[in-house]
C-alpha cells in the first residue's frame, strides 16, 4: 500500500466540508459558558490626551459588568520582542499605557457587559475630555521629521534592510546613455480578510486560555505569558481556523492583551471581536509610501545603475518599516550600481505592518513601472527588456547562487499562452471599437522563507497517522498539502492523515507569514517521520513496512517528535520565487474605467504540493494586486485623522465583476536544496507586479502614465 505520492495532486481541501457546514469553529464562537462581551472606545482624537475619563453613568447602565481604563487597568508588563521562540507585540506602546492619545482609534476604555448591545450603549455614555494637540498627518509634508526605521530584528540586519549598495549610481547615472528619475506613490491599504479578529480570554486562577484570530499562536502565546507574568505553559491560545489575515493577524495586537486585561478585571470570560470599522485602525496597515527610482542604461538596454529610495508613513507607536527595494531593486535585476534607502516620517496615525508581500508589493510597483517606462525610453519590448536584465546567474546583492532559477521560463511561457507577440508596440495603438486596449507585463517576486518549528507525528497500528504542530491555516489549504506530505513522508493514503494545527499546546511551530509554512513545515514533517521510523527500527521504510513497524511494537501507537530548523543550507544559496504577470486591459475613453480582460500569470515557487490550492493562492493574490491597481486606498480626513472609508462601501475591493479570466500556470520543478517536498511558499508572490502589470497595461493603451495608485477614473480623463 505503498501511496504513488500525494504530492502533486489537485486534492480537495480536507476541511472543505467542515467549512462549507459550519463546524469548523472560528476565533468569534468560542466554546465558552457564561461569557461577557466587551466592546472598545476609542478616541476621536489624532494627537493630545486625555483630561478625565468618566466611566460612572455607563457603570450604571444595564448589564456592565466592568470598564477597563488606563485609570484601573490590571498592571501588566512590556513583553520583550522574540521573533523565534516568542511573539512581538505589532505596538511597542501596551494597550492604555498613560493618558496620551497617538491616532484616532486608539484604544481608550473597554466596557464589559452581559450582551454586546449593552456594552455598546454604555460605551456611548463614556464621557472623556480630551486635551487635543495639532495631529501630525502628511508624511510628505515639507520638514516633517524623518526617522531611520528602527527595528525589533536587531541593529546589524535592520542597517542591512534599511540603506545599502554598491557601486557609484551617481557616476552611472551621468554617463549613462539613457537614464530615468521618476517618483511613485503607493496609498495606505488595509488588509480586510472576511474574518474581522477576534479574541476570547478565559482566566482560571493563574492559567489563561484565549481563542483569537492569529497567525501566530505560538507567539501570541508569548506576549500573553509574559505580559501577565505567567509561565508559557500556563498560557493556551488557540486557533484551529482563520478566516483570512494577510499580515494583520501576524504580530499581536492591543485588542488581543486588553481582552484578556478585561477578563482579568471583569472576572468572567470575556469575548471582543471588531467591527470592520475598528479593523481599520486596530490591526496594521500598508503604510502610504513615496519611491523615487534612478535607473541608467546603454541603449542596447543593459542595467547599469538602480536607485531605489522609499519615504513611508510610520507612527507614533511602533517600529514597522516597509521593506520596497529589499526583496525588488536588490534581487531581480543585475546592474553595476545599486543604492537604496528607507525613511519614515511618524505621524499621528495608526501603526502600519506586514500586509501581503511587505515590502515587494508596492516596491514592485515603482521598479516594474519604471523598468517599463525606461522600455520606451529605449525603444525595446518591455519582456526582452527585462529579460536582458534579470539576475540569472546569481543573487545580484549577496552574489550566493540561486538554489534553482526558472524566471526565463516564465516570461516566455506565460507570453506565449497569452500572445505577447501580438502586441503592437505603439503606445495607444490598439482599438477596439471606441475602446482602447492595452497590453502589459511586470515581473513578480518573493523570497523563499523558511523559519523552524517541531512537529509530532502519531501513527497508530492500523495505519492511520496525526501530524500535530501548532502551525496555522489561514484558509490557504495548509491543512490539506501538510496532510499529502504528512502521507508522502511516510508512504501512506493522505484520507490516512490527520492533520492537527493552531493550538499552542501542540508542539511550537512558525509564525504563518512570509509565505513560509509549507516551506517549515516539510523540514518537520520529514525530520518527525524519520523519527518515527528509527523509533520502531525500520529506517528508510515507508509504506506497508512501517506500518507493520508499528504494529509489530504491540502498542496502540508509535510517536515522534522533532524540529525542522534552518541549517546550513540557507546560508549557502540564495532562495527565491519568480513569476511573471501578463495582463490586457480595455478602456472606454469617455468613462475611462480601467476593464482587467486577461490576465496570465506564471510563477516558479519550487514544487506543487497541490495544483488546486496552489492555483487558488496565485488567484487571490492577484485579484488583490488588482485592487491595489483600480481601488483600493485608505483615506484618513487631513485635519482629524480619522479614516473616512472605514467601510466595504467606499474601500472598494474587488468583486467578481471586476475580474477577468486569470490563468495561473506553473513551473513546478522541485526546489530540493530548500526541504525534502522542494516547495517555496506561495501566498504572497502573487500580488507583486501586478499594480505595475496593470498600470503598463493602461500605458499602453492610452499613453498616460499613472505612477499614483490607485488608477481610478478621473486620473485618465
Ligand atoms: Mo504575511 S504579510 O507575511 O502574513
Request: contains cysteine; proline residues 7%; charged residues 20%.
Amino acid at each position: 500500500m505503498l501511496s504513488p505520492g500525494a504530492v502533486g495532486k489537485p486534492m480537495d481541501r480536507v476541511d472543505g466540508r467542515a467549512k462549507v457546514t459550519g463546524s469548523a469553529r472560528y476565533a468569534g464562537e468560542p466554546p465558552v459558558q457564561n461569557l461577557a462581551y466587551a466592546f472598545i472606545v476609542q478616541s476621536t482624537v489624532a494627537s493630545g490626551m486625555i483630561r478625565a475619563i468618566d466611566t460612572a453613568p455607563a457603570m450604571k447602565a444595564a448589564g456592565v459588568i466592568a470598564i477597563l481604563t488606563h485609570e484601573n487597568k490590571p498592571a501588566i508588563v512590556q513583553p520583550k520582542p522574540d521573533f523565534l521562540t516568542g511573539g512581538i507585540t505589532a505596538e511597542v506602546r501596551l494597550p492604555l499605557a498613560d493618558n496620551v492619545i497617538n491616532h484616532a482609534g486608539q484604544h481608550l476604555a473597554v466596557v464589559v457587559a452581559r450582551s454586546l448591545d449593552a456594552a455598546k450603549h454604555a460605551a456611548s455614555l463614556i464621557k472623556i475630555d480630551y486635551v487635543s494637540t495639532e495631529p501630525l498627518l502628511d508624511f510628505l509634508a515639507e520638514g516633517a521629521q524623518k526617522n531611520a526605521p528602527p527595528s525589533f530584528f536587531g541593529d546589524e540586519i535592520q542597517a542591512t534592510l534599511g540603506k545599502g549598495g554598491r557601486g557609484d549610481v551617481a557616476a552611472a547615472m551621468k554617463a549613462a546613455e539613457v537614464s530615468l528619475t521618476e517618483t511613485y506613490f503607493t496609498p495606505a491599504h488595509n488588509h480586510n480578510p472576511m474574518e474581522p479578529s477576534a479574541t476570547t480570554a478565559v482566566f482560571e486562577g493563574d492559567r489563561l486560555t484565549v481563542y483569537d484570530s492569529t497567525q501566530w499562536v505560538t507567539g501570541t502565546r508569548a506576549v500573553l505569558a509574559e505580559a501577565f507574568g505567567l509561565p508559557r505553559e500556563n498560557v493556551r491560545v488557540i486557533c484551529p481556523y482563520i478566516g483570512g489575515g494577510f499580515g494583520c493577524k501576524g504580530f499581536i495586537w492591543p485588542h488581543t492583551i486588553l481582552t484578556a486585561m478585561a477578563a482579568k478585571l471583569a472576572g468572567v470570560p470575556v469575548k471582543m471581536v471588531l467591527t470592520r470599522q475598528q479593523m481599520f485602525t486596530s490591526c496594521g496597515r500598508r503604510p502610504p509610501t513615496r519611491q523615487t527610482m534612478n535607473l541608467a542604461a546603454t541603449k542596447e538596454g543593459k542595467l547599469l545603475a538602480i536607485r531605489h529610495d522609499t519615504l513611508m508613513a510610520g507612527s507614533k507607536i511602533g517600529m514597522y518599516m516597509e521593506v520596497c527595494a529589499m526583496g525588488t531593486s536588490r534581487v531581480v535585476y543585475d546592474s553595476p550600481s545599486l543604492e537604496f534607502t528607507h525613511e519614515i516620517t511618524p505621524l499621528n496615525l495608526p501603526e502600519p505592518t506586514f500586509m501581503r508581500a511587505p515590502g515587494e508589493t508596492p516596491g514592485s510597483f515603482a521598479l516594474e513601472s519604471a523598468m517599463d517606462e525606461l522600455s520606451y525610453k529605449l525603444n525595446i519590448d518591455p519582456l526582452e527588456l527585462r529579460i536582458r536584465n534579470c539576475a540569472k546567474d546569481k543573487h545580484p546583492f549577496s552574489g550566493k547562487p540561486w538554489s534553482s532559477y526558472n524566471l526565463l521560463q516564465c516570461y516566455t511561457q506565460a507570453a506565449e499562452k497569452f500572445g505577447w507577440k501580438s502586441r503592437n508596440p505603439k503606445v495607444a495603438g490598439t482599438k477596439e471599437g471606441d475602446l482602447m486596449v492595452g497590453m502589459g507585463m511586470a515581473t513578480a517576486m518573493f523570497p523563499g522563507v523558511r523559519f523552524g518549528g517541531v512537529a509530532r507525528i502519531k501513527m497508530f497500528a492500523d495505519g492511520k497517522a496525526i501530524l500535530s504542530t501548532a502551525a496555522h491555516d489561514l484558509g490557504t489549504g495548509a491543512y490539506t498539502v501538510f496532510a499529502q506530505m504528512t502521507a508522502d513522508a511516510l508512504g501512506i493514503d493522505p484520507e490516512n492523515v490527520k492533520v492537527e494545527l493552531g493550538d499552542s499546546i501542540l508542539p511550537p511551530g512558525p509564525l504563518a507569514g512570509g509565505s513560509n509554512s509549507t516551506a517549515t513545515v516539510s523540514v518537520m514533517i520529514h525530520a518527525a517521520a524519520a523519527a518515527l521510523r528509527e523509533s520502531v527500527g525500520a529506517v528508510g521504510v515507508r509504506g506497508a513496512g512501517l506500518v507493520s513497524a508499528v504494529k509489530a511494537t504491540g502498542k496502540p501507537f508509535v510517536e515522534a517528535t522533532a524540529p525542522g530548523v534552518p541549517g546550513p543550507e540557507l546560508a549557502e544559496s540564495a532562495f527565491n520565487s519568480f513569476g511573471a504577470h501578463f495582463v490586457e486591459v480595455a478602456i472606454d475613453p469617455l468613462m475611462p474605467r480601467v476593464q482587467i480582460r486577461k490576465v496570465v500569470s506564471m510563477f516558479d515557487v519550487g514544487r506543487i504540493v497541490n495544483p488546486k490550492t496552489a492555483r487558488s493562492q496565485g488567484i487571490g493574490g492577484i485579484v488583490m494586486g488588482i485592487g491595489m491597481a483600480l481601488t483600493e486606498e485608505t483615506h484618513h480626513d487631513a485635519r482629524s485623522g480619522r479614516i473616512v472609508n472605514n467601510n466595504f462601501a467606499d474601500y472598494a475591493v474587488p468583486v467578481n465583476a471586476d475580474i477577468g479570466p486569470i490563468e495561473i500556470l506553473f513551473v513546478d520543478k522541485p526546489d530540493t536544496k530548500f526541504n525534502p517536498d522542494g516547495v517555496r511558499g506561495l501566498g504572497e508572490i502573487g500580488i507583486t507586479g501586478i499594480a505595475a502589470a496593470v498600470a503598463n497595461a493602461v500605458y499602453h493603451a492610452t499613453g498616460k502614465r499613472i505612477r499614483d495608485l490607485p488608477i481610478l477614473p478621473d486620473k485618465l480623463l
